[in-house]
Structures are given as C-alpha cells and as structure tokens.
C-alpha cells in the first residue's frame, strides 16, 4: 500500500531451440512485463523478424476462424488446448485444418444459397404461370408465338425505369407483377423482328429470366403442377444441405474453438517473441518482474530449459534511464479506487501510489458534500447489489460497487450529522449542524478539512521526493518543506489575528524568509550539491521569474484552500434542492390524487437529485482530488506493468 | 457538415473542428509536389532514380515498406502510392463529423471498391489467395469488408455470398444471372461502380448548406465525366446497343441523365456533350478535331480529367473554413499519385520527359 511492488530486472538467456519452451513458461506466470527489444542495444538488432511476420499470420487466422464459426453458428466458448502451444508448427497445422474445413462449409453454403436461389425462382416461375393458367394453350405454343416476342423474368426494382428509357428506339410493353424483395417479377413483350434488341436491353437491365426447361410441357396449369412439386423436391434437398451444414458444425465447433484458443496462444507468443533480443542464435528475454516473484519464475524457467539457461536479476536501472513498469498492490477494498487514480495517470515506479488516500479522501468529501441518510443508503445497497454480481449484466461494474458503497455509507453518516433523509430535516434530529441554519460554521469547517488534506498532499510530496532522492524538490520546492512551512506561516498570519491573539509580526518575518529561499531554491541546491554556475539564467531575469514562481505559489496555496469551501456549499445546495422538491410536491392539490402525485413528485425528485446531483457531486470529488491534491505530489508519469501473458485459456493434461 | 461549413454561423466545436481538419489539409497538402521537384523526377535516370528522388519528397512515407528492398516492382511501387492516397483521402475526413465524414468515408471506399475488384479478377482466374493478395492496395484503415475470408472463396458465387450483409451484395447477386450467362465480370463490374458512384452521389445530396455546393461541384462533376466517359467507351470501345449502354450507365446525375447517354449512345459528338453540360467556353476540346473515335477517347479523358482538376485547384484556394479545401486537396493528391504512376511508369519503359508530360493531367502551374 502507498508504494508500487518492488522489481527486478531480468535477463533470461536461452538458445534458440528452447525459446518457445522458455517463453511459455514466462508466460504462464504472468509476472514479467517485457523491454522492448529496441532498448537492448546490439541484441536488438538482429531480433527475430520472422516472428513479427507472424504475428500479422496468426491475426489473419484467428479472424479466418472466427469468420468461419460464425457462418456456421458457432459461439466463442472456452475450450481445452490439448498439449503445448507451438507456435511454429501451429501456422502450418492451423492453415491445412482450416482449408480442409473451409472447403466443406463453402461446398455446402454455396449450395444451400443456389437451392434457395432456385426455389425463389421456381416459385416466381410458378406466380408467373398462375397468370397464364386461364389461357389454357400449351406453354410450346407461346414459346413458339408468330408476331410477338415474349420474355418472363426477374429484375432490380431500381432497374424499370432505366430499362424503359433505354427501349427507345422500338415498341414494346412491359408488365410489372409481382415484387420481391427488391427484385420485380416482369413480362416483357415486342414484336418478334426486335426480339434481339428486347432481349440485349432486358439482359444489361440485370435480368433474369424464368425460362423453362423443354421437359415442361403442357398447359399454364399441367407446367404449374410439375414447377410445384420441384419446389417441394428442392426444399426438400435444401433441408438435407441444412442439416448436413448443422452436423458439419456440430462436428468441428470442437476443433475450432481448440484451434482459436491454440492460434490466439500463437499470436500472443509471437507478439512476445518479436520483442525478444536475438544474436547468434542465443535469445534474450529482458523484462521487469516483482522481486519476490523471481525465484518462481527463476525455478520454472529453469525447469523447462533442462540447465539450458542463464537467469540473470539485478536491480532496475535508476530513473531516467529506464521507465520501470509499476505494480499497484493495494488491498480488495482499494483496488476499484486505482481506477480513479489511472484515469489521472499511473504513478511511476518511485513514486507514491496515492489510491488509499484517494480511496478515503474521496468518499469523505463525496459524503460532505451529499450527507443524506435515505440517498446514501440508497447509493450503499446499489453497490452492494453491484458488487454481490447478481445481476449479470451489470458484472462488469462490480468494481465500481465498492466506489458506489463507500460513497454511499460516507453520505448516510453525513446525513445522520445534517439530520437529512431524503430531502426531509425534521425526520431525525442533526448529531453536527443542519446545513441550511448553519452555513457559516460549515464552511469553516470544509476549509479546515481542505486544509487536512492539503498537508497531506504536502507529506506525500516530501516522500515522493525524498524516495527520488530530488534535494531541490524535498527542500525548496513550493510543495516541499519550505512551501509547507511557507503554508502554515501563512495560515498562522490569517488565522491568529482573527483569533485575537494580535498580529504576529516574527511570523510575518518567517514567512518571507521561506519565500526568499523559496526564491533561491535553485542556487541553493546547486550550492549544497557543488554544481556550477549557481544560476543558469543571467540574474535578472532569475529574480523576476523566480519572484513570480514564489508569487504563483502563495496564490494557489490560498486558492487551493479555499477550493475546498466547495464542499460545504455543496452540501447547502443539497438541502436546498431537496427543499425545492417538498415546495414542488406541496403545490398540488389535496385529496387522494393530489397525494398520489405527491408521493410521485417527492419519489421522482430524489430519483433526480440521487441520480443528477451525485454526478455532479462526485465530479467536484473529482476536481478537488486531482487539481487541488494531486497537484501536489503526483506526476502520474508511469507505466502500467503489463506482464506477458496468455489468452485465458484451459489446457489438456500435457498442457502449460 | 453536421454543423459546420453547411452554416456561416457554426458552433464554436465545429469551427474548432473544421479548423482542425484544415489545418490538418493544409500540412498534408505541403507534401503535394512542387513544380521543381516534378522537373526533378521527370529528368530523373531511369525508374530507380525517379525512385530515389520521390524517397526524399513527402512520399517517403510511402515507400517506406520499400526500403531495403533492392529492385521493388513497379506494381509494388504502385501499390504503396496508392495506399498513401487513400490514407490521405482518410486522414482529410478524420476531423469533420457527421453527413461530412460520411461523403470522405464514401469517396474512400472506391480504394476498398478496387481491391474487391481485384479479388474477384483474381478468383476468376483461378489465382491462388496469396497472388491475389500482393495485388491488392495495402489499406490500413479500418475494413468494410472480410477480407481474408473473401481471398479465400474459391468461385466468384461464393465471393458474392461472402459480401452478405454489406452493400454490395445486392448489385452482385443482380449480376449473378448476367456472369453466369457471359462468363465474364463486366456485368459485375458495372453493377459495382454503378452502386458504388449512386451512393456516393447520394452522400452528397445529404450534405446541407453551404457543404454541399463544393462536394457538388468536385464528385459529382467528376461522376458526371464518370458517365459520360463510361457511355463513350461501351460505345467505341464495347460496342454496345443504345439499350445496353443506357442500362449501364448511372440513370441519373448532376448534370446527365439517360437522353443524354442515349444520345452519346446514338452518335453525338464529345463537343456537342461537352457543351450542354458544361457550356463550351469551359472544356476545350478543339484538339479532338478530325480526331478518329479510337484516338478521340483518350484525348477527351485527359481532357475531362484537367477540368476536373482545375476545379479542385480552385476549390483547395477556396473559403478557408469548408469542405471545398478538403476535398479539393483529397482529388488533387489523388491525381497527383496518379501522374507520379504515371510517370514512373513512363521512366520504366524509357520514354522521355516530354512524351510523359504528355500524359501527365497536371499542366504547368
């Protein structure tokens, strides 16, 4: 808690045969965030482009097998990888297998989508010979017409117009009938010495004509029957294509959900590969992993190497140098906090990790400034209801129920100290003060907590910097030790004299000491360090930029202190919206429907004022905490530590 | 654009943004060629010096992925400048919102448009998926369209049915009847750039205010050349019946419709067409006299192409703050990518600075 987990830099060395074995190994612990290979010199100079060749091979499977369960309705399930990952030998395996599988489903997708095609056809056909049926001539008979030319078929609705204005040049008719989807069934006559140019038109109109096989014979209504029962025969065809779709399926989800684990194992390997160092052929696998982690991995690198292995720990280059990826520890009740903090940043490795101050500093604050015993008890349930994942759609913000609860109870016990349930002051008597009849009182008491919190913002600094070891930062500094005795100084100026204990002039005199050295914080330190020249810039321009830092400084001490009157006018505002609810409920009229909507009125408004207000709320919380707090001490520099892993994947008996 | 250039009044976002996306243009369209470096390139020694000389321009970017290779092909030289046009073409529209970036996002798809052109070249012909891969524009940018699953049908029906669910299936089953019967991918091709160029029209017209009158005058002027151009060639070059040509031509745009392609279908002179869409005091197309149709075509393509380009010049020196300055930087870096294609083309077969100015569409600025 308040400082990252310490780590260790470690160099793993292994020859190349024994690289995929090592780095699964690595990976299945998952405790080391990898270098780069481009930050390891030489041995990143030679490192292995074949894998980041591959890398671009597995993205493209993984998709293709993705692609290919989702034709055939195949959901994403965890599945088991039997035996180890090889990520090598996998891309040929992978790619025969899927071909193999592709071709089937492609044989059989393409024939349900022509027998679906040929039905549609059929039955236009049929449409089409249900309104030749009362003519009762042979369907030879009106192929064979003397003077007019006809043709039967489907085109794009989007086409019609376009066709007509194109046959311009003979005389025609053409009879739309029947829609389908966006196709049209249509009969197109003309006389029989424009047949061909009837026909070029109606063929670049995209059409596509029913023509009947010679096997058809008879009249409209005999050809009709016979267009029926093939219908019946290829539906019934189209079935048996389905059900074999469905089995081939049932048959190879198996197998794919295996192969997706296995090539997203493959991907993830590659990935890491690519950042390995590589020189004849000996790989370097250099990352940052939590010390008390490395005998671990130490004893499972070495296992699976058989002694084929050198392991190397040293302690992480100093800042400046390297940026040393930063593990947050902080216990389950803090951890859904470090979500507000990296939102922010993520503290860099020496520095303090702020999320426990955070994570109490900020449901005080949230609780001052909505202190309601009904709405926080309302904001508690709703993050217990979050956090016991009952709902399952709402898993995802289980975190958050530990923000939402914390909240929550924090503005329950405020409103047990304003006497405030729901919006009502008289239910319960106030334990501290009610915000309306004592506003005075709770501002002074919100900057004194400002105050609270700004010294710890101060004490964070100095830690910060001393853990730095920055003697200019844990000195001089606005928000080192002179700022903080600068700070109180300051305080002491305003505050005595109101307390009427006189003008406290030997403190006046403190203070611009402190501002002076302050002031001279640079030359100082350069002094007590034996850098030269003292000044870096010509010494006018030093006293004029250095007075205006010191200048800047006293401004934001006292705009940051009084930032925090923010909390208590907040919690007036509270009391005052609740108050416009009950005057808004008390505007309707009596008897039993006037009580109804009042009941509606008071319900919706707290609904409002829990739901609007509690944003906005907790927006302030969040203001206060990042400008005014974190301001202080935290750069949020860092980089999170994102050790190598696998996709959560479950394995056969041989596996990782 | 949702708000922006369509009012003179704009909110205070979408004038930060436009000027964004301006000021983006602007720092792209620094990269364009200047007239000394296009002497530089048209007198470079050979293909591989043109080749070194664009490595050092704003296209260096571009052949990046070429770098280290000791004789890059042409094609695949090509390929990488065109794929640094459609990035342009993307990074130009990234800023704008709304009715706005939905026009950039349609005009960008006529790269994707290509690729799934050539994929069905490819399967047509029976081309193994990885040739058919290294023939295609190497697209960054997010993909409308399953591209490994489609390099991996076998037949040109199971292609189409692998474009389910994208709008392009719809014009592709139409053709199906016509492929089928011809045994070629004409009908497929003219059913894609048709549905293709409808819908960007229709991106057009649901630009409001003030942005729709540039991207007017720039896409659909060139949709407009598109069909007359279409409607010269299946007749020169096709063969077409006056029925066929009507029916695969655009029914209807800016500034044609289908009496006017029938007409071209029946005979009428480029001048003549010219003239009643754009007046005859704007397209000079007196060289085309006396010019037989086989020569004439050509002729009239570059021709419509430079106009088509001087509006984009003009569009770019525009009203600083609308889409005319984007899109008329996004047409004339795609014209500039194709002269650079050209010219590298015109150094690979040894041909002279001249004659490749020749066919060049930039004139002398």
């Known amino acids: ?656 | 654009m949702a708000g922006m250039a369509g009012a003179f009044l704009p909110s205070p976002m979408a004038a930060a943004r436009m000027a964004g996306a301006n000021a983006r243009v602007r720092g792209l369209a620094a990269r364009l060629l200047s007239d000394a470096q296009w002497d530089d390139l048209l007198r470079a020694e050979g293909f591989r010096g043109a080749l070194e000389l664009l490595a050092t321009t704003g296209y260096a970017e571009a052949l990046a992925p070429l770098v280290g290779e000791a004789n890059p092909s042409l094609r695949r030289v090509e390929r990488q400048l065109w794929a640094a046009s459609a990035r342009n073409c993307w990074r130009a529209g990234a800023l704008v919102q709304g009715t706005a970036r939905s026009v950039f996002r349609a005009w960008w798809q006529h790269w994707e448009l290509e690729n799934l052109k050539t994929v069905f070249r490819g399967v047509h012909h029976g081309l193994d998926h990885q040739a058919v891969r290294d023939l295609l524009i190497p697209l960054e940018q997010r993909p409308g369209l399953p591209w490994d699953a489609l390099l991996h049908e076998s037949t040109v029906l199971g292609l189409i049915e692998r474009t389910d669910g994208t709008h392009y299936v719809n014009p592709l089953r139409n053709a199906i009847p016509a492929y089928l019967r011809d045994e070629t991918l004409f009908a497929i091709e003219v059913a894609l750039d048709v549905r293709y160029y409808r819908d960007v029209a229709q991106a057009v017209q649901r630009l409001s205010g003030a942005d729709r009158a540039p991207a007017q005058l720039l896409l659909e002027t060139y949709i407009d050349i598109l069909n007359v151009l279409w409607a010269y060639r299946y007749r020169i070059y096709y063969g077409l019946s006056p029925e066929e040509i009507v029916n695969y031509t655009l029914w209807r745009t800016w500034h044609t419709d289908a009496d006017l392609v029938r007409d071209i279908a029946l005979g009428a002179s480029p001048q003549d067409v010219v003239a009643r869409i754009w007046g005859d005091w704007r397209v000079d197309l007196s060289p085309l006299e006396g010019l037989a149709e086989g020569q004439m075509l050509p002729l009239l393509e570059k021709t419509l192409e430079r106009y088509w380009r001087g509006l984009a010049v003009k569009a770019k020196r525009g009203f600083p703050f609308g889409m005319g300055v984007l899109l008329g930087y996004v047409i004339l870096d795609e014209l500039e990518c194709r002269d650079v294609v050209r010219a590298l083309e015109g150094k690979a077969i040894g041909w002279s600075p001249e004659r490749i100015r020749q066919v060049l569409v930039r004139g002398e600025e």
């Open chain 1, 1 to 656: 808690m308040f400082i990252p987990a310490e780590m260790s830099e470690v160099d793993i060395f292994c020859y190349q045969d024994d690289v995929e074995e090592v780095a699964q190994a690595v990976a299945s612990l998952g405790v080391m965030h990898l270098m780069d290979a481009n930050t390891l010199g030489k041995w990143g100079e030679d490192t292995g482009t074949a894998w980041s060749g591959r890398i671009s091979t597995y993205a493209a499977y993984e998709a293709r097998i993705r692609q290919l369960m989702e034709r055939l309705g195949i959901a994403e399930e965890s599945a088991v990888c039997e035996g180890r990952l090889d990520p090598r030998g996998d891309v040929a395996r992978v790619a025969e297998r899927l071909d193999a599988i592709q071709d089937q489903v492609n044989q059989l997708t393409e024939k349900v989508a022509l027998l679906r095609r040929d039905i549609d056809r059929w039955g236009l056909t049929s449409r089409s010979l249900a309104i030749l049926e009362p003519l009762s001539i042979s369907l030879a008979d009106l192929r064979t017409l003397e003077h007019v030319h006809m043709v039967a078929g489907t085109l794009p609705q989007e086409n019609l117009a376009r066709l007509e204005a194109s046959l311009f040049r003979i005389p025609y008719n053409i009879i739309p009938l029947y829609r389908q989807g966006d196709r049209v069934l249509v009969f197109a006559f003309c006389a029989q010495e424009h047949a061909p140019i009837l026909e070029r038109a109606l063929e670049s109109a995209f059409l596509d004509p029913l023509a009947l096989p010679d096997e058809y014979a008879g009249t409209a209504h005999d050809v009709r029957a016979q267009v029926e029962e093939r219908i019946v025969l290829e539906s019934q065809e189209l079935e048996t294509t389905q059900v074999a779709l469905q089995h081939l399926a049932e048959d190879v989800a198996g197998e794919l959900r295996e192969m997706l684990v296995r090539v997203r194992g493959d991907h993830a390997m590659a990935e890491a590969m690519a950042h390995f160092g590589y020189r004849d052929q000996v790989y370097l696998i250099a990352g940052y992993v939590p010390t008390d982690e490395v005998p671990r991995l130490r004893e499972a690198v070495e296992a699976v190497a058989g002694g084929r292995v050198t392991f190397e720990e040293s302690a992480p280059y100093g800042p400046g140098q390297r940026t040393v990826p930063t593990l947050l520890r902080n216990g389950p009740l803090f951890r859904p906090m470090e979500a507000l903090v990296s939102t922010y940043g993520v503290p860099g490795y020496d520095e303090i990790d702020p999320t426990p101050l955070v994570g109490v500093t900020f449901a005080l604050m949230f609780g001052v400034m909505f202190g309601d015993l009904g709405s926080g008890l309302v904001l508690a349930l709703l993050g217990a209801l979050l956090m016991s994942r009952w709902v399952p759609s709402l898993e995802r913000l289980a975190g958050a129920g530990v923000l939402f609860a914390a909240c929550g109870l924090s503005s329950s016990i405020f409103g047990a100290l304003y006497g405030s349930v729901f919006g009502i002051e008289d239910l319960i008597p106030a334990l501290w003060l009610r915000p309306l009849d004592d506003i005075p009182r709770l501002l002074l008491a919100s900057v004194g907590f400002g105050v609270v919190v700004l010294n710890l913002g101060f004490v964070a600094h100095l830690v910060t910097a001393a853990r730095q070891k920055a003697l200019l930062e844990t000195l001089f500094d606005k928000n080192g030790v002179a700022g903080l005795l600068l700070y109180w100084s300051l305080g002491g100026l305003v505050l005595l004299p109101v307390l009427g204990y006189g003008m406290p002039w030997w403190l006046a005199g403190v203070a611009v000491v402190l501002a002076g050295s302050l002031m001279a914080g640079e030359p100082l330190t350069r002094r007590i360090t034996g850098q030269k020249p003292l000044l870096t810039a010509p010494l006018g321009e030093f006293l004029v930029q250095s007075f205006f830092e010191v200048f800047e400084a006293v401004v934001s001490y006292l705009s940051n202190t009084l930032s925090y009157v923010r909390l208590g006018a907040f919690a007036v505002a509270h009391a005052g919206l609740s108050m416009v609810v009950f005057i808004l409920a008390g505007m309707l009229g009596g008897g039993p429907a006037g009580a109804v909507l009042r009941v509606i009125i008071l319900v919706l408004g707290n609904l409002a004022i829990i739901g609007f207000e509690g944003l906005i709320v907790a927006i302030q919380t969040l203001r206060l905490e990042y400008y005014e707090l974190f301001g202080k001490f935290f750069k949020g520099a860092g980089v999170p530590f994102r050790p190598l892993t696998l996709p959560p994947i479950e394995c056969g008996p041989e596996g990782l």
